[in-house]
């Protein structure tokens, strides 16, 4: 079965109880990441339980990160990176699926234009495009998303929203946001507060419990529209 899980924190809390959150979501991240093996509990995939040592799990793994990393070269070599054996036609059909190929071929040389080190030529919202196309062309089982649209602004979120959607069909999904476009759809969604765990369920349970997911949801929803 493939679900979609994402963790929450509110940015509305008061600092210090920010930072105990994310001090939490640090922990399980690293531990979902096996970089640190916990003694009272198991990691199982597929009923495999995974050891410490992470290497197994990389080829399956799929990471989106808030600042993604583009280097030097063409935009058709940045996507490919994420299977280095696609061919041109399997590059562009992952761009086309999330979105991007529309603005690709609007640039002076589509595919074939050169972006410079860490996309200096290429606004955030086209690096995450860009970097969605090349985590969609790896075909990961597993499919992590940590903050990947908190730095882009509202208008750009939206054109990036079905290009999500597309990467997260069929797959096991682990959203980390506080913007709550990217996992209203979730299967699962987990608050977390300064005390752990605060809530849990799915976007219609947590807001029929009427707690801190419907005060964030709420307060979103009325800044959207002011």
């Given amino acids: 079965m493939r679900r979609q899980i994402a963790w929450l924190w509110s940015h509305m809390d008061a600092p210090y109880r920010r930072r105990h959150a994310a ?51 063409t935009l058709m070599d940045n996507i490919r990176y994420g299977r280095l054996d696609a061919t041109d036609a399997e590059v562009i059909e992952a761009a086309r699926r999330v979105r991007a190929d529309e603005l690709i ?13 860490r996309g200096g030529n290429l606004s955030q919202g086209e690096k995450q495009l860009v970097a969605f196309a090349r985590t969609l062309l790896s075909d990961p089982a597993i499919l992590i998303l ?3 649209t908190s730095s882009i ?7 990036l929203q079905e290009g999500i959607q597309e990467m997260l069909r069929g797959r096991t999904s682990i959203i980390v946001a506080h913007r709550l476009s990217t996992i ?4 699962r969604i987990l608050y977390i507060s300064n005390k752990g765990i605060a809530e849990m369920g799915s976007h219609e ?14 307060a979103q929803v009325q800044e959207s529209a002011a």
């Fill in 23 to 73: 001090a939490l979501y640090i922990c399980a991240f690293t531990c979902l990441l096996l970089l640190v093996n916990p003694a009272l509990s198991q990691r199982l995939i597929d009923d495999v339980i995974m050891a410490q040592n992470p290497e197994p799990l990389l080829p399956i793994l799929g990471i989106m990160l808030q600042d993604s990393f583009i280097f030097s070269g």
């Fill in 105 to 117: 071929r609007k640039m002076p040389q589509g595919y074939q234009t050169e972006i410079r080190e």
């Fill in 146 to 148: 940590d903050e990947a």
């Fill in 153 to 159: 602004d509202t208008q750009t979120e939206k054109l």
């Fill in 184 to 187: 209203k759809n979730c299967d």
């Fill in 205 to 218: 349970e947590l807001m029929e419990k009427k707690g801190l997911y419907y005060q964030l949801y709420t």
